[in-house]
């Protein structure tokens, strides 16, 4: 069984930056493809960003295309989103997941092992 953390949250103004790491243990990542989601308020969980098993194919939603880069340690089993040129619209609960399912990138319905969250809080 693989658990998930996230970190690298916290509040920043418009136009700052933050990094995200998505620490694994139980069991090495490196076989899996990652996501990470995001979720704010009264809104339902939306893909940001998705890298294969071998960090070479990279995804994003077109909201943070541009603005944000992920990328994998696979030495340190962990994840990371590189959150660039932030918006107020940003402000969300950012999860990482392993990708379980074949299939599109973007459902969330194909990942599993979801971490707890790292809140982003982007003030205008």
């Known amino acids: 069984q693989v658990q998930l953390v996230e970190s690298g949250g916290g509040l920043v103004q418009a136009g700052g930056s933050l990094r995200l790491s998505c620490a694994a243990s139980g069991r090495p990542i490196d076989n899996y493809a990652m996501g990470w989601f995001r979720q704010a308020p009264g809104k339902e969980r939306e893909y940001v960003s998705a890298?294969?098993?071998?960090?070479?194919?990279?995804y994003y939603a077109d909201s943070v295309k541009g603005r944000f880069t992920v990328s994998r340690d696979i030495a340190k089993n962990t994840v990371y989103l590189q959150m660039t040129s932030l918006k107020p619209e940003d402000t969300a609960v950012y999860y990482c997941?392993?990708?379980?399912?074949?299939?599109?990138?973007?459902?969330?319905?194909?990942?599993?092992?979801w971490g707890r969250g790292t809140q982003v809080t982007v003030s205008s």
């Open positions: 997941a392993t990708k379980l399912h074949h299939g599109a990138y973007y459902p969330s319905q194909n990942y599993g092992n």
């Open positions: 890298i294969n098993w071998s960090g070479s194919n990279t």
